[in-house]
C-alpha cells in the first residue's frame, strides 16, 4: 500500500499571472510534480510584465528523502514477507520436526 501510494503519487496546480498590459498575462500556467518530490527542480515560465519576455520560477522544497525512505521500507516489508511465506512454505517439515524454529 505503502510503495503505491507513494511511488505513483502526483500533484498539480495552476496558477495566473496578470499584468497591466492584458497582452502580456498569462492567465492559465499549469505546473505538475511527482515522486520523489524534488519540488526545487520543478520549475515553470511566468511573464515578467516589462516586455520582456518569461521568467522561470522554481517550487520550494525537497522532500524527496521522506519520499524515498517510506517506498525503501515498503519494498523492505515487501521482500520480506515474499521471504518469510517462501520459508513457511518449503521448510514446513523442518518446522514439523523441531519446535524451535517458530518459537524464535
Not at 21 to 27: P, Y
Not at 35 to 53: A, N
Request: aromatic share 18%; net charge negative; charged share 15%.
Amino acid at each position: 500500500f505503502a510503495f503505491a501510494t507513494c511511488g505513483s503519487s502526483w500533484g498539480s496546480f495552476q496558477l495566473s499571472v496578470e499584468c497591466a498590459a492584458r497582452n502580456e498575462s498569462d492567465l492559465d500556467i499549469a505546473v505538475d510534480f511527482g515522486y520523489p518530490f524534488r519540488l526545487h527542480q520543478v520549475y515553470f515560465e511566468v511573464p515578467t510584465c516589462q516586455g520582456t519576455g518569461q521568467e522561470k520560477v522554481f517550487l520550494v522544497g525537497d522532500y524527496s528523502s521522506a519520499a524515498e525512505f517510506f517506498v525503501t521500507v515498503a519494498v523492505f516489508a515487501f521482500l520480506y514477507a515474499l521471504g518469510a511465506l517462501g520459508v513457511y512454505l518449503f521448510m514446513d517439515t523442518k518446522y514439523r520436526e523441531n519446535n524451535k524454529g517458530p518459537v524464535i
